[in-house]
């Protein structure tokens, strides 16, 4: 479903919302009596009712815009107004005197009209298409760049494997970036065999479909940072556990979304590019999937990574680690101020914290895991920290060679973290984003499936960092 938001008053419809801090405020729009009355009403309520846009008329008080909770509540505002009016108008309006209420509304309404429906027989179209308003200092082209960014993230994730290959995945990517100034390279299995990316050759050796390593890079005349950031995401399209089978039930169910730290690495690639930022950026996505096939690599197997490390290969189930572990490897080259993957990683990051946030961590300097975190904050596509100490390390060590792919039952999203570490020079900062990337029902402008988790979050991280 595509939203079209513009600056001015064009609303057939004649629904509004007013989005206001103080009832006094709504004098400044030339209401009748009995409108202004009905508005004052609405925001002693303080929330928008369904019923309430009976009168062409809905309104919302507004909280602390500093506030994460308070600018959510925009959002999911916005949402509601989409879902309740979705087919019964063409277009609404919405006014405020703060262009950031009114950026934050289009947001939520904007991300709630998303639909994955290319696989229904019978498509329902929603009539609500539209958002207007008349506040000229609304920065609506970049909100709306960057809900398309997130959508896109969400469909390739929301697309089965029966699709979406690991060389799909590729070709997808290509394809949207074709004209958005980000310089694509995919590198086919030949040419990956030829760099001795061991881990992600391990784990495609039990699929009959070859990998894909993507670089992606966008790099402006005029940039900000002397070295570029290189974004890292995990493309496993499908993941059965290999010959390590998940054995829960409906373990394996939601496994086509085990791609989503490439969908999200690579949709922000994109959005970055679509809003011109000021700043060289780097995107790495490996891809395969991993099944349980003839030549399956199995737990036992000795692996030569890219940077030459061995690792002993205990569950052929923690394959993420060992796809990322070449790509991370792989940034060196490129000798970059500062690598970030995203990843869906462990379950024990889900366990820990469930859908609300991201798991994070890492060894770069505690000024860039503060304004990731601020970043969360400002979207409310959070994160939360968790400790890195070296000890979590040591259990990745192996006694006949130089990692292993699993640590013990506890702190699996860290050891995890640390096993990646081996793999990079440079600072460094990990997200397992397992809870929130997929969801099993509608939670605020979220639907059920791909959430796009991390595009806005990293987007508004690389916004902070280009200025």
């Not at 496993?236 to 989503?260: E, F, H, Q, R, W």
Request: net charge neutral.
């Amino acid at each position: 479903m595509h939203i079209q938001a513009e600056i001015q008053q064009k609303s057939k419809s004649n629904n509004t919302i007013y989005l206001l801090k103080k009832a006094k405020e709504i004098e400044s729009y030339n209401l009748t009596k009995k409108a202004s009355s009905y508005v004052e009403d609405q925001l002693k309520d303080g929330k928008f009712v369904e019923q309430s846009m009976g009168s062409g008329i809905g309104a919302m008080k507004i909280g602390k815009l500093a506030d994460a909770y308070d600018r959510d509540e925009i959002r999911k505002f916005g949402a509601q107004v989409y879902k309740s009016l979705a087919n019964h108008c063409d277009d609404i309006q919405v006014e405020s005197p703060s262009k950031e209420a009114i950026e934050l509304f289009v947001e939520g309404f904007a991300l709630s009209a998303y639909k994955f429906d290319k696989y229904l027989s019978k498509k329902k179209e929603n009539k609500l298409k539209a958002v207007y308003t008349t506040n000229q200092k609304a920065d609506l082209n970049t909100v709306m760049h960057i809900v398309e960014a997130t959508n896109w993230a969400r469909t390739l994730v929301n697309e089965p494997v029966s699709y979406l290959t690991a060389s799909q995945f590729s070709a997808d990517i290509v394809e949207k970036c074709k004209d958005s100034g980000v310089k694509v390279e995919v590198l086919e299995k030949a040419k990956i065999e030829s760099l001795k990316m061991g881990g992600l050759l391990a784990v495609n050796k039990g699929s009959i479909d070859p990998p894909t390593f993507t670089i992606m890079e966008w790099k402006p005349k005029k940039v900000t940072n002397k070295k570029p950031i290189v974004l890292v995401g995990k493309g496993i399209v499908y993941d059965t556990g290999g010959l390590s089978l998940k054995p829960t039930a409906n373990s394996m169910d939601m496994m086509k979304c085990d791609m989503a730290g490439g969908a999200a690495m690579a949709a922000t690639i994109y959005a970055v590019a679509k809003l011109n930022l000021p700043i060289h950026v780097i995107t790495l996505i490996p891809a395969t999937d991993n099944r349980p096939g003839g030549n399956a690599y199995a737990p036992g197997d000795i692996i030569t990574m890219f940077n030459g490390m061995t690792v002993e290969v205990l569950n052929t189930d923690a394959e993420g680690r060992m796809a990322l572990a070449d790509a991370l490897a792989y940034s060196d080259k490129f000798k970059p101020e500062l690598v970030i993957d995203a990843a869906t990683l462990t379950g024990a990051a889900a366990r820990a914290i469930g859908v609300h946030a991201s798991v994070v961590m890492g060894n770069a300097d505690k000024a860039e895991l503060d304004l990731l975190e601020e970043a969360g904050n400002h979207t409310f596509d959070r994160i939360a920290s968790f400790p890195f100490w070296r000890e979590y390390g040591d259990e990745m060590k192996s006694k006949i060679a130089d990692l292993k792919n699993l640590g013990g039952a506890e702190a699996g999203m860290i050891t995890a973290g640390k096993f990646l570490e081996n793999f990079t020079s440079s600072p460094y900062i990990h997200l397992d984003i397992a809870g929130p990337s997929f969801i099993l029902s509608e939670k605020g402008y979220n639907p059920a499936g791909g959430t796009g988790t991390a595009v806005r979050l990293l987007v508004e991280f690389l916004k902070r960092k280009a200025k």
